[in-house]
C-alpha cells in the first residue's frame, strides 16, 4: 500500500487553512468483491491528528464512512511563520503516517 | 485524555521521565479531551448514534453551516462542510442518516483550531447529513437533504 500523503498550508493574516490528501483504500469492511462474493476486510483510518510546535490542534476519529483517499480541511487560528504543523495519521490494522509542513 | 490504570502503569514502566512530559503535556489548556468511543461508530441508526454521543436532546441551530451539494451523482464521494458559529465549539460529528453506520466521522477542537471541517464522504442513499456539535457543553444539530443518485457504500 502507498503510504503517501499530501499537506498543503496556506497563511492568510494569521489564519492557516490545511489541506490533507492520504492515499488510503477506506474500506468499510461492508462491500463484498464482486468475483469471490466474499466481504472486503476493513481498512480504514480511525485517528487523525493535528499538531501544531508538538501540541495537539485538533483530534479526529473516523471511519470507512470517509471517501477513498479521503481529504481533510481545517482552519487553524493565531499562527505565525515558521510555525511547525504536522498531521499523523493511524488506521485500523496499526499502520500510520505522518507529515510535517511549515507555515509560510 | 484520560489514562486508564493500565496505560498509566505502562507509561510509568516505559520511564518516569517521559511519563512526566506526557502529564504536563495532558494538562496544557489546549489539550484536546478525547472520550471512549463507545459503540457510536458501530450504531446503526441515528438515534443509537445520538444516545452513544450524550446528543439525544440536540437543539437544532441555524448557527451551524452545512455546505453539501442537493444532488450527488456519486454517493462514494461527496464533498461537505460544516462551519460552528457557536461560541466555545469543541466537538462535530458528522452524520449520515441512512448510511449502515451512520456516523461518519468526529473532530474535536482546541482553541487553536477553527471549529471548521471539510471532507468527503461516501453516502449508500438520499439522506440528511447532519452536523452535531459541543458547544459550551451543549449539543446542537443542523441537516441538509442530499439526494443520491448511485450508492457508495457497497454491499
Known sequence: MSNTMKVRVKNKNGVVDVKVII????????????QSGNKIPAHFINQFIILVNGEEALVSRCTGGLSKNPFYGFKLSDMKPNDRITVNWTDNTGQSGSADAVVN | MNYNRREFIEALAIGGGSCLVAMTGVN??????????????SASNVEGVLSEIGAAGAKQSSDIKIKAPDI???????????????PDTEYIALIADHNPHPLIAEYYYSKK???YVS???????????RAIVKAGGQFYYASSEVKVTIGGCGG
Open chain 2, 72 to 86: 450527488a451523482s456519486n454517493g462514494s464521494m461527496v464533498s461537505v462542510a460544516v462551519t460552528s458559529n457557536l
Open chain 2, 119 to 129: 471532507t468527503r464522504i461516501k453516502m449508500a442513499k438520499t439522506s440528511q447529513v
Open chain 2, 113 to 115: 483550531a477553527q471549529p
Open chain 2, 28 to 41: 496544557m489548556a489546549n489539550a484536546v479531551e478525547l472520550p471512549g468511543s463507545d459503540g457510536r461508530f
Open chain 1, 23 to 34: 492515499n488510503h483504500p477506506m474500506e468499510n469492511g461492508l462491500r463484498l468483491n464482486p
